[in-house]
């Protein structure tokens, strides 16, 4: 009966359980990156494969480990936190060390100081430990304790200190990563003594937050929001010595220089990280609580995301995963506190090609680092650190417009500005002479012109032609919108009163500020344009330009007529486009001044833009003021009346519109129904 009993079981796993299929090499898992031409992660060759999964370590079984940490000798440290322990396993030698039995309580955190010394965190304890090799009789001894401060300003009697991680740093500083502490790291000196926090994170400025500050006090906040920053939930250290941190609730992580200020951020991470720590080429690695290992450059770029969670016994899964570490060969060791393995994974020629590039580049090996990073692109042409590696490789030896290339393929805007600066630089030493004879040409011309006054014959044509056109009424309205930039009481008051516009004439005005703004989209130089040319959606964009618009002259109109404005909603439409003149002007001029500018002149690019949405704001409100004959007071009120009502009206229009796709989807499917059956 038992064993019938554990066959029924048995296939019933199989079947409940959804199993993963191995791929040819082994790995039941894929491998991202991160595209920034994607904005997201996208599928990458393999980078490391597992190749080992254990509970023993040199014949000793793991319980609950927490924590893992490789010295330079690569001889792995486990915090065997169910037994009570820190193993050290000799990997070359295969010995094994147990240290701090009889002395630890509950080991959650191990770090290999400069010194060689063992630093751990006991949350049993509430303390952090030192132990000291001592060569003569080749044990590790108790040698410090790091312990909540007696009669500090930063603690009270009541505060709980109960240690999860410890790290030090290059000057042999020790930091505790404190449970639920939000004042970052406690900072020890390497005798014991405490002298402050560090790296303690700041409280989110999002629109939320920032308005539960300013409309609750202090006490109220605490109370109601719990609005505190997160605490610190691990650390690393790189091989610089700059302090890394990650947070729950926090995407990615950050790196913090001595002055405690963020020096570098990932680009991409979730915020369920577990564990960090830098490998031998400086990439920095952490894992998550859903088991993605992930892999930064030093920089904070996404290299690789693989692994994941483990739904049976499989190996390059885990369960809850609580610790990851690197060996000089750059192989993964990983442990999960759940089932009480030890993974080990190695990397692949293509992630071997990669670190090869990344350490040529640190090296400053510049041209040496261009053939592994080729090959990579060969292998994924989406891979945005090979594509900025060639950048910088081109820009070192000075080719500077095949580095703009790599740029923007791996949009690093920088990297593409700093380059354009030197091809524009060596254009205008190139072309000095020419721009001295064009200068000095345009003031003789100046010159000419004051005595002979040449220009007015080359203007007669234009006033001949103007003449001509002037008989068609479509041009003269055209003209008058431009009177109205002059004089914009007068030129509104030509639409309202004198009809001076038309319907008509104000599509054609549309379509030409949307076309004016196509060109602004498309054709703005990479500098200053972060769009994806090959994936704007042209329909999007109509979108995006005529329905505010619409509904904004269909809200003004309908709020005028119960406010007493006396525009129509014909006058509305046109006095709205008329307003939008400045931008039709505005785009052409800006996408042109791109074209000639880098990231270090960018504020004369942002100023002609806000210069122009700044004046078309302005008309805007000159239009309504005096189509609808209002005084000032009364035009404000109308705007922002306008303004919530075309966004009710957009609410509505996407509620109908949902339930008619309901409904539509509803009678498709009874008839597919019908169809079937009959």
């Given at each position: 009966?038992?064993?019938?009993?554990?066959?029924?079981?048995?296939?019933?796993?199989?079947?409940?359980?959804?199993?993963?299929?191995?791929?040819?090499?082994?790995?039941?898992?894929?491998?991202?990156?991160?595209?920034?031409?994607?904005?997201?992660i996208?599928?990458?060759?393999?980078?490391?494969?597992?190749?080992s999964?254990t509970?023993l370590?040199g014949?000793?079984?793991?319980?609950?480990?927490e924590d893992?940490?490789?010295?330079?000798h690569?001889?792995i440290?486990?915090?065997?936190?169910?037994?009570?322990?820190?193993?050290?396993?000799?990997?070359?030698?295969?010995?094994?060390?147990i240290?701090?039995e009889?002395?630890?309580?509950?080991?959650?955190?191990?770090h290999?100081g400069?010194d060689?010394?063992?630093?751990?965190?006991d949350?049993?304890?509430?303390?952090?430990?030192?132990?000291?090799?001592?060569?003569?009789?080749?044990?590790?001894e108790?040698?410090?304790?790091y312990?909540?401060?007696?009669?500090?300003?930063?603690?009270?009697?009541?505060?709980p200190?109960?240690?999860?991680?410890i790290?030090?740093?290059?000057?042999?500083?020790?930091?505790l990563?404190?449970?639920?502490?939000?004042?970052?790291?406690?900072?020890?000196?390497n005798?014991g003594e405490f002298?402050?926090?560090?790296?303690?994170?700041?409280?989110?400025?999002?629109?939320?937050?920032?308005?539960?500050?300013?409309?609750f006090?202090k006490?109220?906040?605490?109370?109601?929001?719990?609005?505190?920053?997160?605490?610190?939930?691990?650390?690393?250290?790189?091989?610089?010595?700059?302090?890394?941190?990650?947070?729950?609730?926090q995407?990615?992580?950050?790196?913090?220089?001595?002055?405690?200020?963020?020096?570098?951020?990932?680009?991409?991470?979730?915020?369920?990280?577990?564990?960090?720590t830098?490998?031998?080429?400086?990439?920095?690695?952490a894992?998550?609580?859903?088991?993605?290992?992930?892999?930064?450059t030093?920089?904070?770029?996404?290299?690789?995301?693989?692994?994941?969670?483990?739904?049976?016994?499989?190996?390059?899964?885990?369960?809850?995963?609580?610790?990851i570490?690197?060996?000089?060969?750059?192989?993964?060791y990983?442990?999960d506190?759940?089932?009480?393995?030890?993974?080990?994974f190695?990397?692949?020629?293509?992630?071997?090609?990669?670190h090869?590039?990344?350490?040529?580049?640190?090296q400053?090996?510049?041209?040496?680092?261009?053939?592994?990073?080729?090959?990579?692109?060969?292998?994924?042409?989406?891979?945005?650190v090979?594509?900025?590696?060639?950048?910088?490789?081109y820009?070192?030896?000075?080719?500077?417009?095949?580095?703009?290339?790599?740029?923007?393929?791996?949009?690093?805007?920088?990297?593409?500005?700093d380059?354009?600066?030197?091809?524009?630089?060596?254009?205008?030493?190139?072309?000095?002479?020419?721009?001295?004879?064009?200068?000095?040409?345009?003031?003789?011309?100046m010159?000419?012109?004051?005595?002979?006054?040449?220009?007015?014959?080359?203007?007669?044509?234009?006033?001949?032609?103007?003449k001509?056109?002037?008989?068609f009424?479509?041009?003269?309205?055209?003209?008058?919108?431009?009177y109205?930039?002059?004089?914009?009481?007068?030129?509104?008051y030509?639409?309202?009163?004198?009809?001076?516009?038309?319907n008509l004439?104000?599509l054609?005005?549309?379509?030409?500020f949307?076309?004016s703004?196509?060109?602004?989209?498309?054709?703005?130089?990479?500098?200053?344009n972060?769009?994806?040319?090959?994936e704007?959606?042209?329909?999007?964009?109509?979108?995006?330009?005529?329905?505010?618009?619409?509904?904004?002259?269909?809200?003004?109109?309908l709020?005028?007529?119960?406010k007493?404005?006396?525009?129509?909603?014909?006058?509305?439409?046109?006095?709205?486009?008329?307003a939008?003149?400045?931008m039709?002007?505005?785009?052409?001029?800006?996408?042109?001044v791109?074209?000639?500018?880098t990231l270090n002149?960018?504020?004369?690019?942002?100023?002609?833009?806000?210069?122009?949405?700044?004046?078309?704001?302005?008309?805007?409100?000159?239009?309504?003021?005096?189509?609808?004959?209002?005084?000032?007071?009364?035009?404000?009120?109308?705007?922002?009346?306008?303004?919530?009502?075309?966004?009710?009206?957009?609410?509505?229009?996407?509620?109908?519109?949902?339930?008619?796709?309901?409904?539509i989807?509803?009678?498709?499917d009874?008839?597919?129904?019908?169809t079937n059956?009959?």
């Amino acid at each position: 009966m038992k064993r019938i009993l554990l066959i029924i079981t048995a296939l019933t796993l199989l079947l409940v359980v959804p199993q993963v299929k191995p791929k040819a090499n082994g790995v039941t898992y894929n491998t991202f990156t991160y595209s920034s031409n994607r904005k997201s992660i996208v599928p990458t060759q393999d980078a490391y494969i597992p190749i080992s999964m254990t509970n023993l370590l040199g014949g000793i079984t793991l319980k609950h480990p927490e924590d893992i940490f490789i010295d330079d000798h690569d001889n792995i440290f486990i915090a065997d936190t169910g037994n009570k322990r820190v193993i050290r396993y000799d990997l070359k030698n295969d010995q094994t060390f147990i240290i701090g039995e009889g002395i630890l309580r509950e080991p959650k955190g191990i770090h290999i100081g400069i010194d060689g010394s063992l630093y751990v965190a006991d949350y049993g304890l509430r303390q952090g430990v030192k132990f000291s090799y001592n060569q003569t009789t080749h044990q590790y001894e108790k040698t410090e304790v790091y312990q909540k401060p007696i009669n500090s300003p930063y603690f009270t009697e009541e505060d709980p200190f109960y240690p999860t991680k410890i790290i030090t740093d290059n000057g042999n500083n020790v930091y505790l990563v404190l449970s639920g502490n939000i004042n970052g790291l406690a900072e020890f000196k390497n005798d014991g003594e405490f002298f402050g926090f560090f790296g303690g994170n700041r409280f989110p400025s999002t629109f939320e937050n920032i308005v539960k500050q300013n409309l609750f006090d202090k006490e109220t906040r605490r109370k109601w929001f719990k609005m505190v920053p997160n605490p610190v939930y691990n650390a690393g250290i790189d091989n610089n010595g700059l302090v890394i941190t990650i947070s729950k609730g926090q995407s990615g992580y950050l790196k913090l220089n001595i002055a405690n200020l963020v020096y570098s951020e990932s680009n991409w991470g979730k915020d369920d990280l577990e564990d960090i720590t830098v490998g031998p080429y400086n990439t920095i690695f952490a894992i998550g609580q859903d088991g993605r290992i992930y892999e930064y450059t030093n920089e904070g770029e996404l290299l690789f995301m693989f692994s994941g969670q483990n739904i049976g016994a499989q190996k390059g899964l885990f369960q809850a995963p609580s610790g990851i570490a690197v060996d000089s060969k750059n192989n993964l060791y990983a442990i999960d506190s759940k089932d009480s393995t030890l993974q080990i994974f190695s990397p692949t020629i293509f992630a071997d090609l990669v670190h090869k590039a990344i350490d040529y580049y640190q090296q400053g090996l510049y041209s040496d680092s261009k053939v592994p990073w080729q090959e990579v692109l060969k292998m994924n042409v989406l891979f945005d650190v090979a594509n900025k590696g060639l950048g910088d490789a081109y820009y070192a030896e000075g080719n500077y417009e095949e580095a703009m290339t790599y740029y923007e393929l791996s949009r690093d805007v920088k990297g593409y500005s700093d380059a354009y600066w030197e091809v524009r630089n060596k254009s205008l030493l190139g072309s000095a002479e020419w721009i001295v004879y064009v200068i000095i040409g345009i003031i003789v011309l100046m010159i000419v012109n004051h005595f002979v006054s040449f220009t007015q014959y080359m203007a007669y044509p234009f006033k001949v032609l103007n003449k001509e056109l002037s008989y068609f009424k479509t041009y003269r309205e055209i003209k008058h919108n431009f009177y109205v930039l002059k004089k914009p009481a007068d030129g509104y008051y030509g639409i309202k009163r004198e009809k001076k516009s038309s319907n008509l004439t104000a599509l054609i005005m549309l379509l030409l500020f949307f076309a004016s703004y196509l060109i602004f989209i498309y054709f703005t130089k990479f500098t200053f344009n972060d769009r994806i040319i090959s994936e704007i959606n042209l329909l999007q964009e109509i979108i995006k330009v005529f329905v505010p618009i619409g509904l904004w002259v269909i809200a003004n109109y309908l709020v005028s007529s119960i406010k007493e404005g006396e525009g129509t909603l014909s006058n509305v439409f046109q006095g709205t486009v008329t307003a939008l003149l400045p931008m039709t002007i505005t785009f052409p001029i800006v996408t042109i001044v791109s074209q000639v500018l880098t990231l270090n002149e960018g504020f004369i690019y942002q100023t002609l833009l806000f210069a122009g949405i700044g004046v078309t704001a302005l008309y805007l409100v000159l239009m309504v003021k005096e189509i609808h004959f209002y005084d000032t007071k009364p035009t404000l009120g109308n705007i922002f009346i306008s303004i919530f009502t075309a966004v009710m009206m957009l609410v509505m229009i996407i509620i109908v519109y949902i339930l008619l796709s309901e409904v539509i989807n509803l009678f498709l499917d009874i008839i597919k129904e019908v169809t079937n059956r009959a």
